[in-house]
């Protein structure tokens, strides 16, 4: 036998290789207990962690909220949507006011319910992996998660979509045929940048009935659906309304259509849809029109149809319920929208395709503007009313009376005059060049050009009316708008002054009559 002593048997990981059991050592036990004091402070700290990122989590959160309403209200309250704003660093930095009413998250602000759910669910599932689910969360995650479900980042999903008309002209009428009417989509994440076309319906999706003349789509939100009107001439020359649904805004079908009981006009476009005060109303504009004394006076007319079984249970309506618009020389293709504050506001294109008038002194054919933005409401006959919208007031300067029997000298063409009690007849001026007129007697107010210059080949307008009340005039330069009684008529049109001051003249029997020069200086104290 062997002198050497036997060695011992192998150890592998703590196991005795030849009993297969765990034998424990001294440096086991030494082992065991740091692990464990390591793994009690790594909870320690990670516990402390959490609580440091919840409490910076919550505090980016309401701050970026807090500051995400003042800071809106303080630039609606205070802009004008589109205006420069000059920054700091004396003027270096501008910005432009665009709109932006609620946090980029839809739960919270306007959002269909599908998109405030989603919404939800991602902020949810973001927070619970931010806390229960990531080992050690950095600063810079939970910040940037933060402004995330604050909505102080986007969210990938708030996208512009521009919906208009596409044409391709080929050999042909342009009428029955040589034209494709495409109706095309753009999207853009910043309001600059524009993505790529997205044709979405093309003439084989319209009724086989149809010219080639389809356009001037409008497309709204409606209890969780999308709908878009379009305007349509038929093969046998008339006009009426095509409607398509859409639960994405992007796939439409075609649901039906709105046509007269008679033929009216062979042409309907651009339409639009007022939704006001539990009122449905379609805006179209027809072409082919007979022009009358009084009615229907432009080559082209824009007004609506009251609907009162709502826009999508109207099929048909009554052409005789037609209400003109605007009876002035220019106005044309209205649009509708509601802003921030619920109103609703109509544009309208102060202009007038294919007429026989133009401008001064050049004699341009386009030479157009837009009408001040106009607060739409429905008045007690159920009829709209337009005024122009409340921020028009803060571009008054300081006020001026108006003498009834001699009128007012103005330093510019920018004025807001008021006329408020009428009685009787009235006969106002603007630089003797432009007159209004009402005759108690005869029912009728004339909006009726007196120089040529001015006028630019615009005549007469008269406006059936049973009595006058109030008259507000607009003067914008070239532009010129009438409302009639607190807004329930309106006229339009553009003129070319020549002078460098207004001239008011003014020969009625009212209660008030003032004016305001817009745009200069601030109201006196």
């Known amino acids: 036998p062997s002198s050497r002593r036997p060695e011992r048997p192998e150890r592998v990981d703590g196991i005795d290789a030849a009993s297969s059991e765990s034998v424990p050592t001294l440096s086991d036990e030494r082992g065991d207990s740091k692990e464990a004091a390591f793994s009690e402070e790594e909870a320690r700290l990670l516990k402390a962690d959490r609580s440091r990122?919840?409490?910076?989590?919550?505090?980016?959160?309401?701050?970026?909220?807090?500051?995400?309403?003042?800071?809106?209200?303080?630039?609606?309250?205070?802009?004008?949507?589109g205006e420069v704003i000059t920054g700091?660093?004396?003027?270096?930095?501008?910005?432009?006011?665009?709109?932006?009413?609620?946090?980029?998250?839809?739960?919270?602000?306007?959002?269909?319910?599908?998109?405030?759910?989603?919404?939800?669910?991602?902020?949810?599932?973001?927070?619970?992996?931010?806390?229960?689910?990531?080992?050690?969360?950095?600063?810079?995650?939970?910040?940037?998660?933060?402004?995330?479900?604050?909505?102080?980042?986007?969210?990938?999903?708030d996208l512009l979509r521009l919906y208009y008309t596409g044409n391709v002209k080929y050999e042909g009428d342009h009428i029955h045929n040589g034209r494709d009417a495409n109706q095309i989509m753009v999207t853009s994440e910043d309001g600059i940048s524009l993505s790529e076309k997205k044709v979405l319906l093309r003439p084989k999706d319209y009724p086989s009935d149809l010219t080639r003349h389809v356009r001037d789509p409008k497309v709204w939100e409606q209890g969780g659906r999308y709908y878009m009107v379009l305007g349509a001439r038929r093969s046998d020359d008339v006009g009426d309304v095509l409607l398509y649904e859409s639960s994405d805004a992007v796939e439409w079908a075609y649901r039906g259509r709105i046509e007269s009981r008679h033929p009216?006009?062979?042409?309907?476009?651009?339409?639009?849809?007022?939704?006001?005060?539990?009122?449905?109303?379609?805006?179209?504009?027809?072409?082919?029109?007979?022009?009358?004394?009084?009615?229907?006076?432009?080559?082209?007319?824009?007004?609506?149809?009251?609907?009162?079984?709502?826009?999508?249970?109207?099929?048909?309506?009554?052409?005789?319920?037609?209400?003109?618009l605007d009876w002035g020389f220019d106005f044309y293709a209205p649009q509708v929208f509601k802003d921030e504050k619920g109103r609703c506001i109509l544009i309208g294109w102060m202009g007038m395709p294919d007429a026989d008038y133009t401008s001064a002194p050049?004699?341009?054919?386009?030479?157009?503007?837009?009408?001040?933005?106009?607060?739409?409401?429905?008045?007690?006959?159920?009829?709209?009313?337009?005024?122009?919208?409340?921020?028009?007031?803060?571009?008054?300067?300081?006020?001026?009376?108006?003498?009834?029997?001699?009128?007012?000298i103005l330093p510019h063409h920018c004025a807001d005059i008021e006329l408020l009690g009428i009685e009787g007849n009235l006969e106002m001026g603007l630089d003797g060049q432009l007159e209004l007129s009402f005759s108690a007697s005869e029912g009728l107010l004339r909006m009726a050009f007196a120089d040529e210059k001015a006028a630019s080949g615009r005549t007469e307008r008269v406006l059936p009316l049973a009595a006058l009340h109030e008259l507000r005039v607009l003067v914008d330069g070239s532009a010129v708008e009438v409302y009639v009684n607190h807004g329930e008529e309106v006229l339009s049109t553009s003129w070319f002054p020549t002078a460098d001051t207004l001239l008011v003249t003014l020969h009625a029997s009212c209660e008030s009559a003032r004016s305001w020069e817009m745009g200069g200086e601030p109201p006196r104290a």
Not at 53 to 81: C, E, R
Not at 373 to 397: A, F, K, N, S, Y
């Open 264 to 324: 009216f006009g062979y042409m309907w476009e651009c339409p639009n849809v007022i939704q006001v005060d539990g009122h449905d109303y379609i805006v179209v504009c027809p072409q082919g029109l007979p022009s009358e004394p009084t009615r229907w006076q432009n080559l082209y007319q824009a007004g609506y149809f009251p609907l009162p079984r709502g826009i999508l249970a109207t099929t048909q309506v009554d052409e005789t319920s037609f209400v003109e």
């Open 362 to 408: 050049d004699g341009l054919a386009w030479c157009h503007c837009l009408t001040v933005p106009r607060e739409v409401t429905v008045g007690e006959d159920g009829l709209l009313r337009q005024w122009p919208v409340t921020e028009i007031d803060g571009l008054r300067g300081f006020a001026e009376p108006v003498s009834p029997s001699a009128g007012a």
């Open 53 to 81: 990122h919840t409490l910076v989590f919550g505090i980016v959160v309401l701050a970026w909220l807090a500051l995400d309403t003042l800071t809106k209200n303080y630039f609606n309250g205070s802009y004008s949507m």
């Open 88 to 157: 700091p660093l004396l003027g270096l930095v501008r910005f432009h006011l665009v709109h932006n009413t609620g946090a980029a998250w839809g739960m919270f602000g306007d959002s269909t319910f599908l998109l405030g759910v989603m919404s939800l669910i991602v902020c949810v599932l973001l927070t619970v992996y931010l806390f229960f689910l990531a080992y050690r969360p950095n600063i810079v995650q939970v910040v940037g998660a933060a402004l995330v479900v604050a909505g102080g980042a986007p969210d990938g999903g």
